[in-house]
């Protein structure tokens, strides 16, 4: 399927079929979310819906080969791979059996779903044959429900991105021409970071464009120094996002990021989620970034769906 069909129909992702395993939440200590690329941004973007809905333990993600010391006895761990070939996954998900934990699955088969079926742990399936980050509502969804989400939450969602496609596609192109030969740069505030990451995740795949990220307040305390040189300033187009539920001393300092760029003759794009949960503005906000990508690497002639070098290295280190 084409990569615009796959975007235009990300919202029917969002509704999946039922048997879908439930993890105790109130019963863990904490909770580990692994996975890498477009498996790994889904822990992203639940990690902070979940901490935003109040959730009182630790959840960390981990996009690494080891899970932290800390993660023993009481924690839970769930392993996201679209593929299930990710070895970085498949060594976490092996540790987690070696430290005892309970182990819950998002995959589409390989050899997650084959480790995980013989050591009788809950698998949620997810339909094959998509490139990972084309899938990233199937896996989302899987795991929100998961997590304790309601279908009515998704179904919400994914009506409501229905409806938002004509003015998504739209603004997505304006802001596609104006990326067309400029590095973005995404500024986020914390409530926005990992819908940001996932622009900046889909602008290199998919648009094949070197992207940069960065997440407030952190950021005005190093990156906005960078803008003092005037050769390499001129290089990025930048884009704040940020959430109306974001702290607000926060949002106060995306006015004053944007202010700071003005200042310095840059005319900032603000992105704002639509909708009025959390959930519904990280979703739109993803949609809008996947339309972006796809566009942009229209404009550019590429194949948003080639990535050989992403194949290539996987290659190589099988091998190695
Ligand atoms: C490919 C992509 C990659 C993969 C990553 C991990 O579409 O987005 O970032 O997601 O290499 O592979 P999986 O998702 O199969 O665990």
């Known amino acids: 399927m084409k990569a615009e069909k796959l975007v235009e129909g990300f919202w029917q992702q969002l509704l999946p079929e039922g048997g879908i395993p439930r993890i105790p939440l109130s019963e863990l200590k904490g909770l580990v979310l692994c996975g890498m690329g477009g498996s790994g941004i889904v822990g992203s973007v639940a990690r902070t819906l979940l901490l935003k809905r109040g959730y009182e333990k630790p959840v960390v993600t981990v996009k690494d080969y080891d899970l932290p010391p800390f993660v023993k006895d009481g924690y839970g761990v769930v392993c996201v791979s679209y593929s299930g070939n990710t070895e970085e996954t498949l060594h976490n998900f092996r540790q987690a059996l070696e430290r005892g934990l309970p182990v819950w699955c998002v995959t589409s088969g390989g050899k997650l779903e084959k480790l995980a079926r013989e050591h009788g742990l809950p698998v949620a399936l997810v339909p094959k044959g998509l490139q990972p980050r084309f899938a990233f509502g199937y896996m989302f969804s899987r795991l929100l ?28 192109l304006n802001l596609a021409e104006r990326l067309y030969g400029f590095v973005p740069a995404l500024y986020a505030t914390p409530l926005t970071a990992p819908a940001a990451h996932r622009w900046k ?28 040189n005037f050769l390499l300033r001129d ?84 091998h190695a």
């Open 235 to 318: 290089k990025f187009v930048y884009l704040l996002f940020k959430d109306p539920e974001d702290h607000e001393r926060n949002l106060l300092r995306a006015e004053l990021t944007e202010e700071l760029l003005k200042e310095l003759g840059h005319n900032p794009v603000v992105l704002e989620g639509k909708g009025e949960t959390l959930l519904k503005r990280t979703l739109w906000l993803i949609n809008l970034g996947d339309w972006v990508s796809v566009l942009l690497a229209g404009l550019y002639g590429y194949d948003p769906l080639s990535i050989p070098l992403i194949k290539q290295v996987k290659e190589r280190l099988e």
């Open 201 to 228: 995740a889909q602008l290199n795949e998919n648009a094949k464009t070197p992207s940069h990220d960065a997440v407030l307040p952190e950021l005005h305390h190093n990156e906005l120094m960078g803008w003092s």
């Open 145 to 172: 429900l998961m997590l304790g989400f309601t279908e009515k939450e998704l179904k919400d969602g994914a009506e409501f991105l229905r409806a938002e496609q004509d003015g998504l596609k739209k603004l997505a």
